[in-house]
């Protein structure tokens, strides 16, 4: 199975703060045959179902604001929010769709300072 | 606007079984792989079964093998998972959700979920 691991699990964020979370695979998530990385980013606010933000590690979703921005490609992998806002706090996952089972990472969590 | 709203969770005995459905709308449903993901509580995501588009193909993670099972009706634009031999560490939220494209895994709609407990 691939292995997802996000870091860091946690963290305290001021409103306007610029914030990068990561997320590393346990193998290559790049298919070489139409060079794109099957990695997505997902958020979950409080008490609701998780949202797709992010899919081919960079490519944001319909109404997704453009502060969110995927990058990286292989292994490595992060989520960058420009200049968070109170209602992105939340728990941010990401997930390798490139191989079965899919995974998911174990998160990270966005907290008010 | 895509619709997944699931049923048929609660309180249920180790060993027995139990049948999630979730109803889909707004959209062609026969035209979509779905998947079920589910989230034990204060826990992460973990994905469990997903079928194909029109059924013939359909994937699960080890540990649900041969006890879960998959299936839908396009007629009824309905996901099923029929949960046999349930244990304690399938207690979790059950989310019903659409593949976004063609891509499996790409999970681009979720329902509400429905929570599943597994208790003596």
């Known amino acids: 199975d691939i292995v997802m691991t996000q870091t860091p699990s946690s963290q305290a964020v001021s409103a306007g703060e610029k914030v990068t979370m990561s997320c590393k695979s346990s193998?290559?998530?790049?298919?070489?045959?139409?060079?794109?990385?099957?990695l997505a980013w997902y958020q979950q606010k409080p008490g609701q179902s998780p949202k797709l933000l992010i899919s081919?590690?960079?490519t944001r979703e319909s109404g997704v604001p453009d502060r969110f921005i995927g990058s990286g490609s292989g292994t490595d992998f992060t989520l960058t929010i420009s200049s968070v806002q109170a209602e992105d706090l939340a728990v941010y996952y990401c997930e390798q769709y490139y191989d079965t089972p899919w995974t998911f990472g174990g998160g990270t969590k966005l907290e008010l300072k | 606007e895509v619709q997944l709203v699931e049923s048929g969770g609660g309180l249920v005995q180790p060993g027995r079984s139990m049948k999630l459905s979730c109803a889909a709308s707004g959209f062609t449903f026969s035209n979509y792989g779905m998947a079920w993901v589910r989230q034990a509580p204060t826990k992460g995501l973990e994905w469990v079964a997903t079928?194909?588009?029109?059924?013939?193909?359909?994937y699960y993670r080890d540990s649900v093998k041969g006890r879960f099972t998959i299936s839908r009706d396009n007629a009824k634009s309905t996901l099923y998972l029929q949960m046999n031999s349930l244990r304690s560490e399938d207690t979790a939220t059950y989310y019903c959700?659409?593949?976004?494209?063609?891509?499996?895994?790409?999970?681009?709609?979720w329902g509400q979920g429905v929570m599943v407990t597994v208790s003596s």
């Open positions: 959700t659409r593949d976004l494209n063609v891509y499996y895994g790409l999970l681009g709609y």
């Open positions: 081919w590690a960079s």
């Open positions: 193998q290559s998530l790049l298919y070489s045959e139409n060079k794109k990385n099957y």
């Open positions: 079928i194909s588009y029109d059924g013939s193909s359909t």
